[in-house]
């Protein structure tokens, strides 16, 4: 008697395994199914909005391009180019904002369109603050020390930007420009170059060829030291002296050509 229960329950557990099974592959067919349709609605909508377009003449035809300093227009005209005469409802925007976020100087993209023919694009650049040298290359980099891109031949070196160099240069060099431009030490002497020594205090070097050394805390106290020193000499004393050392803040060692 036990035995023949234990064979019903054996093929009862065996039917319903089949049946599970044939679910499952059910199941399977009509997911599969129902992806394959909704691909071909998604493709017939896709058909119908581009015949629309072209028919009553909603493609993309032109672009707005605002706020470029450093970027030439034609380098994102030709990221463009393979998407002329799409359908302006079409477009992908976040592709394409990532296109042209892939430019040095691209900070940020914003994309609208008009509904029409036209492409709006707003672009925030990076703003540079120096130009790091590294390895006699040089670079532009901004207020957080990001390097934007290598000054290169093709662009218009911006005169008005310091030049740092020393590892490390470009990530500290904010805190230091900040003094120089609120006590118009830029304006005062022609900077050469800014060395960041050993990671830790600066060397500003003058295009008459005289160092000065700052103070690894008070540096705003040792520049001021030193525009002391140069309101009281005259032109010709000061443009002998060849190192302004004003690592201690509260005396300043100056070394003369002649020495």
């Known amino acids: 008697m036990s035995r023949n229960l234990n064979r019903k329950r054996f093929f009862l557990i065996r039917r319903r ?9 059910i199941l399977s067919l009509a997911f599969i199914s129902y992806n394959l349709q909704k691909n071909n609605l998604s493709n017939i909508f896709i058909n119908l909005v581009q015949n ?19 970027v030439d227009k034609e380098i994102i005209k030709n ?11 079409l477009l992908p925007l976040d592709k394409i904002s990532r296109e042209i976020s892939e430019i040095n100087w691209v900070k940020n993209v914003k994309l609208t369109t008009d509904y029409k023919n ?32 290598q000054v290169d031949s093709n662009f218009i070196v911006m005169d008005n930007l310091l030049v740092f160099e020393g590892p490390l240069s470009n990530l500290e060099a904010y805190k230091l420009l900040d003094i120089i431009y609120d006590l ?17 205090r600066w060397d500003i070097l003058t295009n008459k060829g005289a160092k000065l050394l700052l103070s690894e805390i008070h540096i705003k106290k040792s520049i001021n030291n030193f525009l002391i020193i140069k309101k009281n000499l ?12 004003l690592r201690d803040s509260n005396k300043t060692i100056l ?5």
Do not use: A, H, M
Request: net charge positive.
């Open 184 to 200: 118009n030490l830029d304006k005062i002497i022609k900077i050469k170059k800014i060395i960041y020594v050993k990671k830790r």
């Open 52 to 70: 629309f377009s072209i028919n009553f003449d909603y493609q993309y035809k032109n672009s707005e391009i605002s706020g470029l300093k450093n």
């Open 118 to 149: 036209t492409l709006i694009i707003n672009i925030q650049e990076y703003d540079p603050i120096g130009i790091y040298n590294f390895n006699n290359k040089n670079f532009y980099f901004d207020n957080v020390g990001k390097i934007i891109d």
């Open 17 to 25: 395994g089949v049946i599970y099974l044939f679910l499952l592959f």
């Open 79 to 89: 990221k463009l180019f393979k998407y002329l005469n799409s359908s302006i409802f």
């Open 255 to 259: 070394t003369y050509k002649d020495d």
């Open 234 to 245: 005259s032109e010709t004393k000061f443009n002998n002296i060849i190192k302004f050392d």
